[in-house]
């Protein structure tokens, strides 16, 4: 499984996790901080499971792009 989170609160807004990975992430329109698209939140942790590892490459540029470093990546 990969394993994607999102510790939203501390979201900025820069968009760059966006412009590194549309295809999970996007701006919220109401509150201007990213979303992890089809993520499932515990306590501010939003979670995304996912077993294509082929979405781990645009994950990590988009947690690496991450001036807050609030984006994670795991494989099991
Ligand atoms: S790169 Fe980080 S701080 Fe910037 S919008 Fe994405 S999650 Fe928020």
């Known amino acids: 499984m990969v394993i994607i989170t999102l510790q ?3 979201c900025i807004g820069c968009n760059y996790c966006v412009e590194m990975d ?3 992430f996007q701006m919220s329109k109401k509150d201007g901080k990213s979303v992890l ?4 939140n515990a306590k ?8 294509n590892h082929g979405i ?7 947690a690496k ?12």
């Open 44 to 51: 501010g942790f939003f979670t995304l499971k996912s077993p």
């Open 22 to 24: 549309p295809v999970h």
């Open 65 to 76: 792009a991450c001036p807050v470093k609030i984006i994670t990546v795991k494989e099991t």
């Open 37 to 40: 698209i089809h993520s499932v």
């Open 8 to 10: 939203r609160g501390k």
């Open 56 to 62: 781990v490459e645009s994950c990590e540029l988009a």
